[in-house]
């Protein structure tokens, strides 16, 4: 190997293990049953995501669809090269607006998380208003960009449909990344008094410390005069979850040492299968993400589509 790359290779895996020895640790308390099984409709959902949208658009898609039978869905998306694939519909038994994004494939993916050719980028002030020093990962934002306008549209003809104020949105890998930037924008783009819900699943960290804060609902990275508005109540999302399965590596990319940082939300499934809700932000306890896999090197890709509570993603 080149010397140099050599070099850069050894110093970024010494500080993504360097990193992660921070202070982070918070309770950490395992689910019950009921609570894990709650989450097997939102599971279902964030799979059938990889399916065609001309399967998706009339609910046709096998077992993932049929495992939420009564869905109506209102639009479908993507091509699932450029733009990931997307639906939006709405769930009566849990009267809640749905949307959901497609992952990819995650050696692929992986790949690319590890691949410095990325960096954090401004959220766009004409979609994210009221958002800066808000920083995500560019080619995740360029990704939700493509298909926010329709995804946006969609909501918006789904709420004006349904009796709701209930917006839930779900994703796995990089659908959950586009699903969290989903989580930031409809909010700042749809009438107050809606409901969010945000659940994804092996899900890699999509921002800075300030975006994470944002999503705590803690507000620090914004001015004060934004503090006083109602951009307050449209920061607080505490509905926010994010499972990661066992060894996953993608949960713990980009890594921390390149200004990335997950918000609250955690639930890691160990290797006995039981799922441990971690408080905080990156908790680096050896029951959670950060801590069991403290670098790539202890990871395992094929962690990375689950089971997650017996459901495997994928159509």
Not at 7 to 36: K, N, W
Not at 227 to 250: Q, R, S
Request: charged share 15%; glycine share 10%; proline share 7%.
């Amino acid at each position: 190997m080149n010397p140099i790359l050599l070099f850069t290779f050894v110093c970024l895996s010494v500080a993504q293990a360097s990193a992660v020895v921070l202070p982070r640790q918070g309770a950490v308390t395992d689910l019950t049953t009921s609570q894990i099984d709650a989450f097997t409709t939102f599971t279902f959902f964030a799979s059938a995501a990889y399916c065609q949208p001309s399967t998706t658009i009339n609910w046709s898609c096998g077992a993932n669809c049929q495992a939420n039978s009564g869905f109506e869905p209102v639009a479908s998306g993507g091509d699932g090269d450029e733009t990931q694939f997307w639906y939006v519909g709405f769930d009566p038994s849990l009267n809640s607006v749905i949307v959901a994004h497609q992952g990819t494939n995650p050696e692929e993916f992986e790949a690319d998380l590890t691949d410095v050719d990325f960096f954090l980028e401004g959220l766009p002030q004409s979609a994210f208003p009221d958002t800066s020093g808000l920083e995500v990962h560019n080619g995740f934002l360029a990704s939700q960009q493509r298909a926010a306008p329709d995804v946006l549209a969609a909501v918006q003809t789904a709420l004006s449909l349904h009796d709701t104020n209930q917006i839930t949105i779900v994703g796995h890998s990089l659908g959950a990344a586009l699903g969290l930037l989903d989580a930031v924008y409809l909010p700042l783009n749809l009438p107050s008094g809606l409901d969010f819900k945000f659940v994804g699943y092996g899900m890699p960290r999509v921002g800075n410390p300030a975006f994470a804060d944002y999503l705590d609902g803690r507000n620090t990275p914004l001015p004060l005069h934004i503090l006083l508005t109602e951009a307050i109540y449209k920061a607080n999302f505490p509905d926010l979850t994010h499972i990661n399965n066992k060894e996953d590596v993608v949960p713990i990319l980009p890594g921390i040492f390149l200004g990335f940082q997950h918000p609250h939300g955690e639930i890691h499934i160990d290797d006995n299968g039981v799922w441990n809700a971690c408080a905080g932000d990156d908790n680096d306890s050896d029951l959670c993400s950060t801590g069991d896999v403290p670098t790539i090197f202890e990871g395992d890709i094929s962690d990375h589509d689950g089971p997650y509570n017996g459901v495997t993603m994928g159509c």
